[in-house]
């Protein structure tokens, strides 16, 4: 299969491969996969929408509109589509059709892409493994009896195995970040509010944010191009004021002229609270990785993130307490799974509820609603809000003596499946050093470093609000200078 | 977190508990995770629930009220309608 999508559009541009035949080759791949990276699939669907693209790519000049024209994108069941279902890996929704398609989707879809399907996710986006997931785990490529990571999994397995090109994911706490890095792809949440959340079925409103999954940086920055847009029917969206991420990509920092050092002058913060509590393993990749951006010409310095720790319960009451006003409104009537028996209306909004979401989600919605009641919201969630604006004010203070932010993902590479069964709660500490970032609303993301036990290692980059393009030039350069983003899982 | 705080709980969700003991223990545990909060002392902070208000910059756009949905495909997804309206077990005697 192909490796970028540049690649498949030089491909298409130059009729070596129609769109027809692209998603042919993905629809195929999927249906031996045993990943089950895919919730919905519809051949007929996609390949419509290939044949349209294939009318349009006879005059080349329709790519000037269109310049993702026949590059087909897997979407995480998250975000609604009219064609494909949209279940948010819950059974909740497991028949649900979108009256309408999420914004994301729909700016993708004019830019010329072509849906390949539904991927596979934690349920509501809650979990960190994709073992949550009404319709079954996905699978970590690299070794199926590991998880994928969550709460993109299907979207991180689909990619890291050839069954998409790119696709969708969506970030509350690491979501698209630890997933990644668990199958080795680059993935990148932006700015909060960059892009759209209308269709997106909502966890947490504050912390919630969509963002490209692909093999490269440069793939990322292409799709997050026509993915960040200002929407009316996103009141929290902005008008993102660094659009061109791509401007800067393949150019040296601050415009250097050394071949062999194009991180010359780029000055990377390390959080001191990053290192040292992860895997023995999962750290000389990290302290490998950072020896190469040394060696790239970038300057290393210790910094201090103080609160990272707190990120951890600051983060659940937020999220929890979100999540639960959020999922209020599946309640059986309007959409969504309806309980057969019940005695009143009251006794059909807990049955459909009880039967209708998994455990996990139901205890976090539980939580949340204790954290907002009467005499408890000040102690949990409004304590909760303090700590997240005292670990904002911690980064931009680390921002003020370095460019970006890197350290692991993760404390460890993907786990054996099960491995949390008894002690979901301690799943939660797995999240630590991605959570932060989310809190603050940062731009951040995952590319691959190396490996671990024979399991991919990611690095994140964290940088100022609305500098994505940093990361993503850094990323890309460390990506032209190694090959970690281009192994294959057997 | 005893049975009794379990239930109130559950109420407010609108959940029904199966199994009291494994969702007591299973709560009890994230309270435990989430109580580390009361550590730190932020008597003089102001809470932080938009993230981008830590730029103290105005971002939000407003539109106008008008209502764009499609009423009969908004519907479909139901499990009962009649009409318009969407069909529920009787509320009022």
Same mark, same amino acid.
């Given at each position: 299969m192909y490796n970028t999508i540049y690649e498949c559009l030089d491909l298409l541009k130059n009729k070596k491969i129609s769109a027809t035949e692209l998603a042919s080759q993905y629809l195929n791949k999927i249906k031996t996969s045993?990943?089950?990276?895919?919730?919905d699939v519809n051949e007929q669907a996609t390949l419509k929408q290939a044949k349209a693209c294939d009318i349009l790519l006879?005059?080349?000049?329709?790519l000037d509109t269109?310049?993702?024209?026949g590059i087909p994108i897997a979407h995480k069941d998250v975000f609604v589509t009219k064609i494909w279902k949209s279940t948010a890996g819950s059974k909740m929704l497991e028949n649900y059709y979108s009256p309408f398609n999420a914004t994301v989707v729909q700016s993708l879809e004019e830019s010329g892409m072509v849906c390949i399907g539904k991927t596979n996710m934690d349920e509501f986006a809650m979990?960190?493994? =994709?073992?949550?997931?009404y319709f079954g785990a996905v699978s970590n490529?690299? /070794?199926?009896?590991?998880v994928s990571g969550g709460s993109s999994g299907g979207s991180a397995a689909a990619v890291a195995n050839g069954l998409a090109i790119c696709a969708t994911g969506s970030d509350t706490g690491g979501s698209i970040r630890q997933p990644a890095s668990f199958c080795g792809i680059t993935g990148i949440k932006p700015t909060?509010?960059?892009?759209?959340?209308?269709?997106?079925?909502?966890?947490?409103s504050t912390l919630d944010q969509a963002g490209p999954m692909a093999k490269t940086a440069k793939d990322c920055a292409l799709l997050l191009q026509h993915m960040v847009k200002q929407d009316i029917?996103?009141?929290?969206s902005i008008a993102h004021p660094?659009? =061109?991420?791509?401007?800067?990509?393949?150019?040296?920092?601050?415009?250097? /002229?050394n071949t062999s050092k194009p991180l010359l002058g780029l000055k990377i913060g390390i959080p001191k609270?990053?290192?040292?509590?992860?895997?023995t393993s999962v750290q000389i990749a990290i302290d490998s990785c950072i020896k190469e951006l040394q060696n790239l010409g970038a300057n290393i310095i210790e910094i201090s993130l103080p609160l990272t720790k707190l990120s951890i319960p600051s983060y659940y009451v937020i999220a929890s307490a979100q999540a639960s006003s959020n999922l209020s409104?599946?309640?059986?009537?309007?959409y969504g799974y309806r309980a057969?028996?019940?005695?009143?209306l009251s006794d059909m909004y807990k049955k459909s509820r009880s039967q209708g979401f998994g455990e996990e989600v139901k205890k976090r919605i539980m939580v949340g609603s204790y954290v907002l009641s009467q005499g408890y919201y000040d102690a949990y969630y409004l304590k909760a809000l303090k700590i997240r604006r005292l670990i904002a004010q911690d980064f931009i203070r680390a921002f003020e003596s370095c460019d970006i932010i890197v350290g692991?993902?993760?404390?460890?590479t993907a786990w054996k499946?099960?491995?949390?069964?008894?002690?979901?709660?301690?799943?939660?500490?797995?999240d630590i050093f991605t959570l932060g970032a989310s809190l603050a609303g940062l731009p951040c993301m995952s590319m691959p470093c190396g490996f671990a036990d024979g399991l991919p290692v990611g690095l994140q980059l964290i940088t100022k609000h609305f500098a994505e393009s940093d990361i993503l030039q850094t990323a890309n350069l460390y990506q032209q200078n190694t090959d970690y983003h281009l192994k294959q899982a057997i | 977190m005893n049975p009794q705080i379990i239930n109130q709980i559950a109420d407010l969700s609108q959940i029904e508990i199966q199994d009291m003991q494994a969702t007591s223990n299973a709560i009890t545990d994230i309270f435990a995770l989430i109580n580390?909060?009361?550590?730190?002392?932020?008597?003089d902070i102001e809470p932080l629930?938009?993230?981008?208000?830590i730029l103290d910059k105005h971002f939000q756009p407003v539109r106008v009220d008008k209502v764009l949905a499609d009423v009969q495909k908004t519907i479909e997804n139901a499990p009962l309608t009649e009409k318009d309206f969407f069909l529920v077990p009787k509320v009022i005697d």
């Open positions: 045993n990943l089950n990276a895919y919730i006879q005059d080349i000049n329709n269109k310049p993702l024209l979990g960190s493994s =994709n073992e949550n997931s490529p690299w /070794n199926n009896d590991y909060y509010g960059s892009i759209s959340r209308y269709g997106m079925i909502a966890y947490a029917n996103d009141s929290t660094n659009v =061109n991420f791509l401007a800067n990509i393949d150019k040296n920092w601050n415009d250097g /002229n609270e990053f290192m040292g509590e992860i895997d409104r599946f309640d059986g009537v309007r057969e028996d019940y005695t009143d692991p993902v993760a404390p460890t499946k099960g491995k949390f069964d008894k002690d979901p709660a301690k799943m939660y500490l797995a | 580390q909060l009361q550590a730190m002392d932020t008597s629930n938009f993230p981008l208000d």
